[in-house]
């Protein structure tokens, strides 16, 4: 049976995505058109192309962790909601046994009063808002049945809410299921191109990346710019004590980070929270703009949609998880669009 529903329109971030991709596709092509047929690409051709899979795989991970965290903070919303309709339900069933009593010690005593008996109903609302026969029930009554009436409306609605909230949940967990399965596309995309090398080709790439973390933490100069506070002073130890780290999406260490991963989990070493993703953590903080005003432990926003985020380690450097196949190490500010800095 064909479907009438009117077909989802494309978010701008995710038209930004397509379009990017597109343009590296005809970018591709045309590298690919202007070489000589049957040639195979050079180690440094792969390289490029391989890392600019990465980029947008590295783009579509920030969703994808954006996603995660909606769905565990809807999942605890639920199960708060759940214990709460469950723990209203037993308060509900007391205060109707306590009703029932008092029906009983009516009925021993010469039978139940009419009004008595509507106190067993489930739904007492209609009887309550006849005022004509408020007058036939004692204060005692009529307080016992206005907060059965009151509990019955807060449980319906805390059913309703987490109904919506289920339906949510369910939104959110395709959403997440589509960008899982962009960045794992994106990355096997790049595991295919580094396949068409030779294995000694592939162990030059692997050692080539590898030393470039190590020669940065060795030998770069940071020079003596002071912390943005001792709680960021704390987040840069940390994230130093991780250099070599390997990069994996969706990951918050402690022993492999995505990019926000790596400056998430820092500062919750130096007891703070910020929030997971680089978008949300580019407005966690004061913003600095210029890279002058940058000190130790900030935050650093690159790229216009804010997909990448490292720390600030002084000396026009930053300390970062760059991408698949990559490890935590310095990078050189100037290697990346940025954008501005967050003080946390």
Known sequence: MASHRRPKQPSRARVTMLTSVAAAAVALSANAANAAPGEK????????????????AEQATEKLDGAQE????????????????????????TLRDGLGSMASAQYRTGGIDPSVALFLSSNPD?????????????????????????????????????????????????DYAEKKQEVQSKLSAARKLLNSLTAKEQ??????????????????????????????AAAFAAAQSVIGSPYDYGHAGPSTFDCSGLTSWAYAQANVSIPRTSEVQA??????????????????????????????????Q??????SGAFVRYESIGNMPFQFGVRI
């Open 126 to 174: 209609d009887y309550l808002d006849k005022a004509s026969m408020m007058d036939q029930l004692s204060g005692q009554q009529v307080e016992a049945l206005k907060k059965i009436q009151a509990k019955q409306r807060e449980l319906a609605q805390q059913r309703s809410e987490a109904s919506g909230k289920l339906k949510d949940l369910a939104d959110v967990r395709a």
């Open 70 to 93: 909606k769905q565990a903070a809807l999942e605890k919303q639920i199960n708060t909601l759940q214990d709460s309709v469950a723990r209203g339900q037993q308060a509900l069933n």
């Open 318 to 323: 930053v300390l970062h998880a760059p991408h």
């Open 283 to 316: 407005n966690a903080g004061t913003r600095i703009y210029s890279q002058s005003d940058l000190q130790v432990g900030d935050l650093v926003i690159f790229y216009g949609d804010h997909h990448h985020v490292g720390l600030y380690a002084g000396g026009g």
């Open 41 to 56: 690409p050079s180690k440094d051709e792969v390289k490029a192309k391989v890392d600019a899979l990465y980029e947008e």
């Open 203 to 232: 162990a030059a790439l692997a050692t080539q990346e590898r030393e470039r973390a190590t020669r940065a933490s060795e030998r770069v100069d940071l020079g003596n710019t002071k912390a943005a506070s001792g709680r960021a």
